[in-house]
């Protein structure tokens, strides 16, 4: 069975970094393209950070420059390393996989995990 499981959520301050971990099980990293969404209260959930099984990446604009998503592919899992972190990003994110990069950024992602919480506070 294919799992998502998200790690690395927390509360930190402003200006802060942290780095979330998205371990997959049931699929392999470099066969698929994975992401991470985030969803704040009173806000629809939005893309932040995603990567091709090519290694192509694509940012959120409200991220770009700040968040870098990485992946592992011995591990099968994908990272997402968050610096100068701003309020506004608290939020549960979210690790979704699918095996088509379009899929992927669609919104209709093949697999999604549980979430993981970050609060940045001011």
């Known amino acids: 069975q294919v799992q998502l499981v998200e790690s690395g959520g927390g509360l930190v301050q402003a200006g802060g970094s942290l780095r979330l971990s998205c371990a997959a099980s049931?699929?392999?990293?470099?066969?698929?393209?994975m992401g991470w969404y985030r969803q704040a209260p009173g806000k629809q959930r939005e893309l932040v950070a995603a990567?091709?099984?090519?290694?192509?990446?694509k940012y959120g604009d409200s991220v770009k420059g700040r968040f870098t998503i990485s992946g592992n592919n011995a591990k099968n899992t994908v990272y997402l390393h968050m610096t100068s972190l701003r309020p506004e990003d608290t939020a549960v994110y979210y690790c979704a996989a699918d095996r088509s990069w379009v899929g992927l950024l669609s919104y209709r992602a093949d697999y999604w995990g549980q979430g993981t919480q970050v609060t940045v506070s001011s």
């Open positions: 049931g699929i392999i990293f470099e066969s698929n393209a």
């Open positions: 990567i091709a099984s090519s290694g192509s990446t």
